[in-house]
Structures are given as structure tokens and as C-alpha cells.
């Protein structure tokens, strides 16, 4: 197959450009906003507490994802040039800082609105996939997470990389992390579970599905595999979601189910 040829600037306005990659965090950001009002009555939250969630969230994915590619993936790079760190558009952004990043901040908005923090979490883990898939589709559109070569029918060479046909991992990705993650935690929590629950399988399925497309995934260019020879930073970081994941599921058959989400299910229904 050969590579889309989709310019990763999706609008120019003289030298304003405004990139798809970009465009996709809009995308995330409002699918989450639409979703948590829909939901907004579980928690007993207001359409304007989901506004102020989402603030609180966005500021955690954008300084908990650039802090977290710079530790992990790009500390030469920080040493060499502290400002380097605030070049947003030049390296990336690492999930897992951007996950510990609203982590913190959904500590914080569920202290302001006295709720349980996995009471919380599990509010927030069905509305993060969406956001995940379309930022994957923006790597994609940047010629970003390349493959390893196969010889597999939808194979396609990618642009500086030789013609050779790769994995196109990003797309992977996509459908693990955004279509299959979504479908399972919305169904899975369209009905009162215990608290945990939803939290746990998102982390687990998560790292279980980002572990599995690393074998198939070009580690970083400048990191390279850091073990065994097949071992890559993104797997040693997802295997304590994976851990984290099975134990919040299996401290989560301990609890309860969570009363608010099943009072406000009823009364909808009932209504």
C-alpha cells in the first residue's frame, strides 16, 4: 500500500498554520466534553463542573505530557537546552506523563467537589479513548510512530524512511487504544459497577494493548531497545499500568457498588 499523502497542515493562514495534529487534541477534548455532560448527572455534577473538569484535565495532559517526554525520551535533549522543554511542536508528548498529569489534576477537581478519587476516575476513564484514537490518527498523519518492515498486504513504506514497507503502527494504535477501548469501558460502564473497576480495566487493557503493538512499532530513533534487544522504553513504562490495572481491578471486588451512579442511573431510567 503506498503512504496517504495528507499534509500534516491542516489550515494555513499565511505564516499561521494550524497542524491535524493539533486539530486532534480539539477533537479529544470536546468528544470528552460532549460525553461528560451526557453523563454529568452520575456524579451529580453540573454541564459547568464538566466544563471546569475538562479545564483541569487539559492543563494536566499538556504539562504532564511534554514533563513526561522530556524525562523519559528526552533528557539529552533537555540538558543541553532547558527552553527545549517548552517547544511543544519539537518532540512530542509522552501518555504516560500526560496520564500521571490527570492523575493530579483529577486529585485535585475531586477534593474541590468532595467525591472518591476512583469515584472520579471511573467517570473520567471512558471519555479519555476517543482522545487517544484521534491523536493517533494525528501521528499517523505525520509520518510519526513508524513500523518495523513486514511483508503484510497493508504494509506501507513511510516517507524518509526508505521504500521498504512497515507496520503501520499509529494506526494499530487507533483502533486498540481508541475504537476497542472505548467500546469496551463505555459498555462497561453504562451500568452501576464497583468502584475501581473502570479504572483498572482501562489501565489494564491499555498497557496490554500498547505492549502488544510495541513488538510491531519502531522504538524511538535517539533511545533505541534498552534490553534483551527487543525491550523498548514504551513497554517499561507500561508494564506498571498493566500491574497498577490487575491490582485496582482486584482490590475493586472488595467494594461496593457506587450508590450515586446507581440512584442517578434509576432515576433516569425511571424518568
Known sequence: MNYPDIDPVAIAIGPLQIHWY??????????????????????GLTHDDIGDLLFY??????????????????????LANPLWAFRLWDGGMSFHGGLIG???????????????FFQLTDFIAPLVPIGLGAGRIGNFINHELPGRVSDLPWAMPFPHLGPE???????????????VLF???????????????VSGLFLL????????VEFVRLPDAHIGFIAFGWVTM????????????????AWSRRQARDERVAVSTSAQEAS
Do not use: D
Request: zero cysteines; aromatic letters at 14%; a positive charge.
Open 22 to 43: 493539533g486539530l486532534m487534541y480539539v477533537v479529544g477534548f470536546v468528544a470528552a466534553w460532549l460525553l461528560g455532560r451526557y453523563r454529568a448527572h452520575r456524579l
Open 57 to 78: 484535565a487539559a492543563i494536566g495532559v499538556v504539562a504532564g505530557g511534554r514533563l513526561g517526554y522530556v524525562l523519559f525520551y528526552g533528557m539529552e535533549q533537555f
Open 102 to 116: 490527570v492523575l493530579l489534576a483529577a486529585l485535585l477537581f475531586a477534593r474541590k467537589k468532595n467525591l472518591a
Open 165 to 179: 514497507p512497515r507496520h503501520p503502527s499509529a494506526l494499530y494504535e487507533f483502533a486498540l487504544e481508541g475504537v
Open 183 to 197: 467500546a469496551v469501558l463505555w459498555w462497561i460502564s453504562s451500568r452501576p459497577r464497583r468502584r475501581g473497576l
Open 205 to 212: 487493557l491499555y498497557g496490554v494493548f500498547r505492549f502488544a
Open 234 to 249: 514504551g513497554m517499561l513504562l507500561t508494564l506498571p499500568m498493566i500491574a497498577a490495572g490487575a491490582a485496582l481491578i
